[in-house]
Protein backbone atom coordinates (compact mmCIF):
# COMPACT_ATOMS: atom_id res chain seq x y z
CA UNK A 1 0.00 0.00 0.00
CA UNK A 2 1.47 3.74 -0.81
CA UNK A 3 -0.28 6.33 0.45
CA UNK A 4 -0.64 9.85 -2.02
CA UNK A 5 -1.35 12.83 -1.63
CA UNK A 6 -3.84 14.54 -3.64
CA UNK A 7 -1.16 15.48 -6.01
CA UNK A 8 -0.52 12.08 -6.71
CA UNK A 9 3.17 11.52 -5.79
CA UNK A 10 3.80 9.55 -3.23
CA UNK A 11 3.94 10.74 0.26
CA UNK A 12 6.35 10.40 3.00
CA UNK A 13 5.39 8.63 5.98
CA UNK A 14 7.02 10.68 7.47
CA UNK A 15 9.51 14.08 7.17
CA UNK A 16 11.36 15.70 9.90
CA UNK A 17 11.80 19.23 8.99
CA UNK A 18 15.15 21.12 10.69
CA UNK A 19 14.54 19.76 14.17
CA UNK A 20 16.61 20.41 16.78
CA UNK A 21 16.85 18.61 20.53
CA UNK A 22 19.09 20.26 22.88
CA UNK A 23 20.03 18.37 26.23
CA UNK A 24 21.63 19.97 29.39
CA UNK A 25 24.95 18.33 30.43
CA UNK A 26 25.53 17.70 34.15
CA UNK A 27 27.57 20.91 34.33
CA UNK A 28 24.23 23.07 33.48
CA UNK A 29 25.69 23.70 29.99
CA UNK A 30 22.86 23.23 26.98
CA UNK A 31 23.88 21.42 23.94
CA UNK A 32 22.45 20.60 20.80
CA UNK A 33 22.12 16.44 20.26
CA UNK A 34 20.45 16.78 17.01
CA UNK A 35 20.87 20.11 14.91
CA UNK A 36 18.85 21.06 12.43
CA UNK A 37 18.56 17.56 11.15
CA UNK A 38 16.16 16.89 8.10
CA UNK A 39 14.87 13.56 6.36
CA UNK A 40 12.15 11.85 4.29
CA UNK A 41 10.34 8.63 5.22
CA UNK A 42 8.75 7.25 1.76
CA UNK A 43 6.56 4.42 2.05
CA UNK A 44 7.82 1.17 1.68
CA UNK A 45 11.32 1.86 2.18
CA UNK A 46 14.37 1.41 5.08
CA UNK A 47 15.70 4.45 5.70
CA UNK A 48 19.17 4.16 7.56
CA UNK A 49 20.61 6.30 10.16
CA UNK A 50 24.29 5.74 10.52
CA UNK A 51 27.11 7.63 12.93
CA UNK A 52 29.41 6.40 15.90
CA UNK A 53 27.97 6.68 19.29
CA UNK A 54 27.04 10.42 20.92
CA UNK A 55 26.41 11.49 17.13
CA UNK A 56 22.59 11.58 18.03
CA UNK A 57 20.58 8.74 16.19
CA UNK A 58 19.37 7.66 19.83
CA UNK A 59 17.70 11.35 20.05
CA UNK A 60 16.24 11.11 16.79
CA UNK A 61 14.24 7.61 17.49
CA UNK A 62 13.01 9.18 20.85
CA UNK A 63 11.53 12.61 19.26
CA UNK A 64 9.91 10.06 16.30
CA UNK A 65 8.33 8.32 19.18
CA UNK A 66 7.22 11.17 21.31
CA UNK A 67 9.60 10.93 23.97
CA UNK A 68 11.52 13.93 24.12
CA UNK A 69 10.76 17.32 22.12
CA UNK A 70 12.26 19.30 19.42
CA UNK A 71 13.09 22.77 20.18
CA UNK A 72 12.67 23.76 17.05
CA UNK A 73 11.38 22.10 13.47
CA UNK A 74 8.93 19.91 12.92
CA UNK A 75 7.95 16.05 12.59
CA UNK A 76 5.17 15.87 9.77
CA UNK A 77 3.71 12.35 9.54
CA UNK A 78 1.59 11.28 6.70
CA UNK A 79 1.32 15.28 6.04
CA UNK A 80 0.12 16.26 9.34
CA UNK A 81 2.09 18.17 12.08
CA UNK A 82 2.64 15.56 15.05
CA UNK A 83 1.82 17.34 18.09
CA UNK A 84 2.69 15.50 20.66
CA UNK A 85 0.04 15.92 23.17
CA UNK A 86 -3.43 13.95 24.21
CA UNK A 87 -5.31 12.09 21.57
CA UNK A 88 -2.92 12.81 18.19
CA UNK A 89 -0.09 11.72 20.59
CA UNK A 90 -1.76 8.18 20.77
CA UNK A 91 -3.32 8.01 17.54
CA UNK A 92 0.72 8.25 16.22
CA UNK A 93 1.95 5.83 18.66
CA UNK A 94 -0.02 3.28 17.62
CA UNK A 95 1.43 3.95 14.19
CA UNK A 96 4.76 4.12 15.09
CA UNK A 97 6.32 0.64 16.45
CA UNK A 98 9.74 0.51 17.83
CA UNK A 99 12.64 -1.89 18.31
CA UNK A 100 15.33 -1.31 21.08
CA UNK A 101 19.21 -2.66 21.01
CA UNK A 102 18.49 -5.06 24.08
CA UNK A 103 16.05 -7.21 23.96
CA UNK A 104 16.24 -8.44 26.99
CA UNK A 105 15.59 -5.29 28.53
CA UNK A 106 12.30 -4.26 27.09
CA UNK A 107 10.89 -7.50 27.97
CA UNK A 108 8.93 -7.86 31.25
CA UNK A 109 10.54 -11.05 32.48
CA UNK A 110 7.53 -11.99 34.22
CA UNK A 111 5.24 -12.33 30.95
CA UNK A 112 4.47 -15.27 28.65
CA UNK A 113 5.63 -14.72 24.91
CA UNK A 114 1.86 -14.43 24.53
CA UNK A 115 1.56 -12.11 27.03
CA UNK A 116 4.49 -9.79 25.71
CA UNK A 117 2.66 -10.01 21.94
CA UNK A 118 -0.68 -9.33 23.02
CA UNK A 119 0.21 -6.79 25.53
CA UNK A 120 0.27 -3.90 22.95
CA UNK A 121 -3.12 -4.70 21.13
CA UNK A 122 -4.68 -4.25 24.92
CA UNK A 123 -3.35 -1.14 25.32
CA UNK A 124 -3.77 0.14 21.67
CA UNK A 125 -6.42 -0.53 19.35
CA UNK A 126 -5.13 -1.72 15.50
CA UNK A 127 -2.98 0.46 13.54
CA UNK A 128 -4.08 0.35 10.45
CA UNK A 129 -6.75 -1.88 11.29
CA UNK A 130 -5.45 -5.28 9.70
CA UNK A 131 -4.69 -6.69 12.74
CA UNK A 132 -6.17 -6.68 15.69
CA UNK A 133 -7.73 -10.06 16.43
CA UNK A 134 -6.84 -12.62 18.94
CA UNK A 135 -5.50 -14.43 15.81
CA UNK A 136 -3.14 -12.21 14.97
CA UNK A 137 -1.10 -12.94 17.69
CA UNK A 138 0.02 -16.58 16.45
CA UNK A 139 0.24 -14.52 12.99
CA UNK A 140 2.89 -12.34 14.58
CA UNK A 141 4.70 -15.22 16.00
CA UNK A 142 5.00 -17.19 12.89
CA UNK A 143 5.92 -14.13 11.12
CA UNK A 144 8.90 -13.83 13.41
CA UNK A 145 9.88 -17.35 13.39
CA UNK A 146 8.22 -18.25 17.15
CA UNK A 147 7.62 -21.24 17.08
CA UNK A 148 4.28 -21.90 18.75
CA UNK A 149 5.73 -23.89 21.18
CA UNK A 150 7.32 -21.22 23.18
CA UNK A 151 4.39 -19.14 23.47
CA UNK A 152 3.79 -20.01 27.20
CA UNK A 153 7.70 -19.27 27.60
CA UNK A 154 9.10 -16.55 29.63
CA UNK A 155 11.69 -14.25 28.19
CA UNK A 156 14.42 -16.08 30.28
CA UNK A 157 13.89 -19.39 28.96
CA UNK A 158 14.57 -18.15 25.17
CA UNK A 159 17.64 -16.67 23.17
CA UNK A 160 19.10 -13.49 22.72
CA UNK A 161 17.99 -14.02 18.83
CA UNK A 162 14.26 -15.20 20.36
CA UNK A 163 14.12 -12.59 22.70
CA UNK A 164 14.65 -9.69 19.75
CA UNK A 165 12.14 -11.63 17.71
CA UNK A 166 9.80 -11.33 20.25
CA UNK A 167 10.20 -7.82 20.53
CA UNK A 168 9.74 -7.54 16.44
CA UNK A 169 6.72 -9.13 17.60
CA UNK A 170 5.68 -6.45 19.78
CA UNK A 171 6.89 -3.35 17.55
CA UNK A 172 4.57 -5.02 14.66
CA UNK A 173 1.13 -6.51 16.21
CA UNK A 174 -0.24 -2.93 15.59
CA UNK A 175 0.38 -3.38 11.96
CA UNK A 176 2.60 -0.16 12.14
CA UNK A 177 3.23 2.10 9.37
CA UNK A 178 7.02 2.80 10.75
CA UNK A 179 8.88 1.15 12.71
CA UNK A 180 11.86 2.75 14.19
CA UNK A 181 14.63 0.06 15.12
CA UNK A 182 17.61 1.54 17.14
CA UNK A 183 20.19 -0.81 16.97
CA UNK A 184 18.31 -3.57 16.51
CA UNK A 185 20.80 -6.08 16.02
CA UNK A 186 23.87 -4.68 17.86
CA UNK A 187 23.35 -6.73 20.63
CA UNK A 188 23.59 -10.03 18.98
CA UNK A 189 26.09 -12.15 17.57
CA UNK A 190 26.83 -12.61 14.08
CA UNK A 191 25.30 -15.53 12.75
CA UNK A 192 22.01 -14.21 14.37
CA UNK A 193 22.19 -10.85 13.65
CA UNK A 194 22.34 -11.97 9.78
CA UNK A 195 19.25 -14.40 10.39
CA UNK A 196 17.25 -11.14 12.39
CA UNK A 197 18.27 -8.71 9.32
CA UNK A 198 16.81 -11.26 6.66
CA UNK A 199 13.46 -11.77 8.99
CA UNK A 200 13.28 -7.69 9.20
CA UNK A 201 13.92 -7.48 5.34
CA UNK A 202 10.99 -10.31 4.92
CA UNK A 203 8.81 -8.39 7.26
CA UNK A 204 9.05 -4.86 5.24
CA UNK A 205 8.06 -6.85 1.77
CA UNK A 206 5.19 -8.32 4.24
CA UNK A 207 4.01 -5.67 5.65
CA UNK A 208 4.95 -2.78 3.46
CA UNK A 209 6.24 -1.10 6.37
CA UNK A 210 8.73 2.14 6.10
CA UNK A 211 11.25 1.59 8.70
CA UNK A 212 14.01 4.00 10.22
CA UNK A 213 17.32 1.75 10.45
CA UNK A 214 19.41 2.92 13.13
CA UNK A 215 22.89 1.87 13.56
CA UNK A 216 26.55 2.64 14.01
CA UNK A 217 27.38 -0.47 11.60
CA UNK A 218 27.49 0.70 7.54
CA UNK A 219 27.38 -3.41 6.93
CA UNK A 220 24.45 -3.55 8.35
CA UNK A 221 23.06 -0.84 7.33
CA UNK A 222 24.10 -1.63 3.76
CA UNK A 223 22.11 -4.53 3.89
CA UNK A 224 18.79 -3.45 4.54
CA UNK A 225 18.70 0.03 3.65
CA UNK A 226 17.54 2.02 0.71
CA UNK A 227 19.12 5.36 1.82
CA UNK A 228 21.22 5.95 4.44
CA UNK A 229 21.67 9.82 6.51
CA UNK A 230 25.36 10.15 7.89
CA UNK A 231 25.28 11.70 11.12
CA UNK A 232 28.08 13.52 13.02
CA UNK A 233 27.70 15.30 16.09
CA UNK A 234 24.12 16.14 15.77
CA UNK A 235 24.04 16.80 12.38
CA UNK A 236 23.51 15.36 9.08
CA UNK A 237 26.75 15.36 6.89
CA UNK A 238 25.73 13.03 4.26
CA UNK A 239 22.60 11.71 2.29
CA UNK A 240 21.44 9.35 -0.72
CA UNK A 241 20.97 6.36 -2.48
CA UNK A 242 22.86 3.50 -0.11
CA UNK A 243 24.57 2.42 -3.35
CA UNK A 244 25.57 5.69 -3.92
CA UNK A 245 27.03 6.82 -0.32
CA UNK A 246 28.61 3.11 -0.53
CA UNK A 247 30.32 3.34 -4.03
CA UNK A 248 31.32 7.25 -3.83
CA UNK A 249 31.47 8.60 -0.10
CA UNK A 250 31.75 12.01 -0.27
CA UNK A 251 32.43 13.24 3.12
CA UNK A 252 35.48 12.71 5.08
CA UNK A 253 33.35 11.22 7.86
CA UNK A 254 31.17 8.60 5.37
CA UNK A 255 34.70 7.81 3.96
CA UNK A 256 36.21 6.72 6.87
CA UNK A 257 33.47 4.94 8.36
CA UNK A 258 33.28 2.87 5.42
CA UNK A 259 37.32 2.44 5.52
CA UNK A 260 36.87 1.26 9.11
CA UNK A 261 34.71 -1.63 7.83
CA UNK A 262 37.06 -1.93 4.45
CA UNK A 263 40.55 -1.24 4.10
CA UNK A 264 41.35 -2.86 1.00
CA UNK A 265 37.72 -1.77 -0.48
CA UNK A 266 36.07 1.69 -0.66
CA UNK A 267 38.74 2.45 2.21
CA UNK A 268 41.96 3.47 -0.88
CA UNK A 269 42.90 6.71 -0.66
CA UNK A 270 40.99 7.43 2.45
CA UNK A 271 42.52 9.27 5.02
CA UNK A 272 41.49 8.20 8.34
CA UNK A 273 40.23 10.56 11.19
CA UNK A 274 42.71 11.20 14.21
CA UNK A 275 40.53 10.67 17.51
CA UNK A 276 39.77 13.68 19.15
CA UNK A 277 41.83 14.00 22.18
CA UNK A 278 39.82 16.49 24.54
CA UNK A 279 37.04 17.47 21.87
CA UNK A 280 35.23 19.23 24.58
CA UNK A 281 31.71 19.65 24.68
CA UNK A 282 31.54 23.01 22.18
CA UNK A 283 30.75 22.43 18.85
CA UNK A 284 32.93 23.57 16.41
CA UNK A 285 31.43 27.44 14.80
CA UNK A 286 32.44 25.75 11.42
CA UNK A 287 31.98 22.11 9.86
CA UNK A 288 31.39 19.99 13.00
CA UNK A 289 34.43 17.34 11.60
CA UNK A 290 36.83 20.16 11.21
CA UNK A 291 38.67 19.70 14.30
CA UNK A 292 39.20 16.38 13.23
CA UNK A 293 39.17 16.57 9.83
CA UNK A 294 42.52 15.80 7.45
CA UNK A 295 41.45 17.88 4.78
CA UNK A 296 40.40 21.07 6.90
CA UNK A 297 41.47 24.55 6.24
CA UNK A 298 40.48 28.15 7.22
CA UNK A 299 37.69 28.34 5.46
CA UNK A 300 35.95 25.16 6.65
CA UNK A 301 35.61 27.35 9.89
CA UNK A 302 33.53 30.23 8.36
CA UNK A 303 30.05 29.03 9.63
CA UNK A 304 27.80 26.09 9.44
CA UNK A 305 28.13 24.32 6.84
CA UNK A 306 24.85 22.56 5.27
CA UNK A 307 23.72 19.79 3.13
CA UNK A 308 24.30 20.44 -0.60
CA UNK A 309 23.46 18.83 -3.66
CA UNK A 310 26.11 16.60 -5.19
CA UNK A 311 24.21 14.31 -7.41
CA UNK A 312 21.26 12.76 -7.97
CA UNK A 313 19.44 12.14 -4.64
CA UNK A 314 22.79 12.49 -3.00
CA UNK A 315 24.21 15.36 -0.75
CA UNK A 316 26.80 16.22 1.22
CA UNK A 317 27.76 19.21 3.98
CA UNK A 318 31.17 19.52 3.22
CA UNK A 319 32.79 22.56 1.10
CA UNK A 320 35.61 20.84 0.14
CA UNK A 321 33.95 17.43 -1.36
CA UNK A 322 35.07 17.70 -5.36
CA UNK A 323 38.40 18.62 -4.36
CA UNK A 324 38.63 15.47 -1.65
CA UNK A 325 37.19 12.90 -3.98
CA UNK A 326 40.11 14.41 -6.86
CA UNK A 327 42.83 13.79 -4.02
CA UNK A 328 40.96 10.36 -3.06
CA UNK A 329 40.97 9.25 -7.21
CA UNK A 330 44.39 10.67 -7.60
CA UNK A 331 45.53 8.30 -4.46
CA UNK A 332 43.85 4.96 -5.45
CA UNK A 333 45.57 4.99 -8.64
P1 LIG B 1 23.69 7.94 19.77
O1 LIG B 1 22.42 7.17 19.84
O2 LIG B 1 24.10 8.31 18.38
O3 LIG B 1 24.81 7.26 20.50
P2 LIG B 1 22.38 9.82 21.57
O4 LIG B 1 21.23 10.43 20.84
O5 LIG B 1 22.07 8.75 22.54
O6 LIG B 1 23.47 9.35 20.50
O7 LIG B 1 23.16 10.97 22.34
C1 LIG B 1 23.61 12.14 21.69
C2 LIG B 1 24.30 13.02 22.70
O8 LIG B 1 23.36 13.44 23.69
C3 LIG B 1 25.42 12.33 23.47
O9 LIG B 1 26.43 13.28 23.68
C4 LIG B 1 24.75 11.91 24.77
O10 LIG B 1 25.70 11.84 25.80
C5 LIG B 1 23.79 13.04 24.99
N1 LIG B 1 22.55 12.64 25.71
C6 LIG B 1 21.70 11.66 25.35
N2 LIG B 1 20.66 11.60 26.19
C7 LIG B 1 20.84 12.59 27.10
C8 LIG B 1 20.09 13.07 28.24
N3 LIG B 1 18.92 12.50 28.58
N4 LIG B 1 20.60 14.10 28.95
C9 LIG B 1 21.77 14.69 28.59
N5 LIG B 1 22.50 14.31 27.54
C10 LIG B 1 22.06 13.26 26.80
MG1 LIG C 1 22.02 5.23 20.50
Known amino acids: MSFRGSGGGILNILEARRVTVSYRRPDGEQFKAVDDVSFDLPPNQAVGLIGES ?25 GKDVRFAG ?11 VVFQEPFESLNPAMTVRELVGEPLKVQRSGRGTAGSPSSISDVLSLVGIPAALSDRYPGDLSGGQQQRVGIARAIVNDPALLVLDEPTSSLDVSTRAQILNLLQRIKETLSISYLFISHDMETVAHLCDQIYVMYRGRVVEHG ?69 AGLEHQVACIKFREIAEVRNRSSL
Open 241 to 309: RVSDVLDNPLHPYTQALIAARDPHGAGVGTRLLPDLVGSGVTAPAGCVLEPRCPYREESCRNGVVNLSD
Open 87 to 97: RDLARYRRQVG
Open 54 to 78: GSGKSTVARLLLGLVAADSGQVIFR
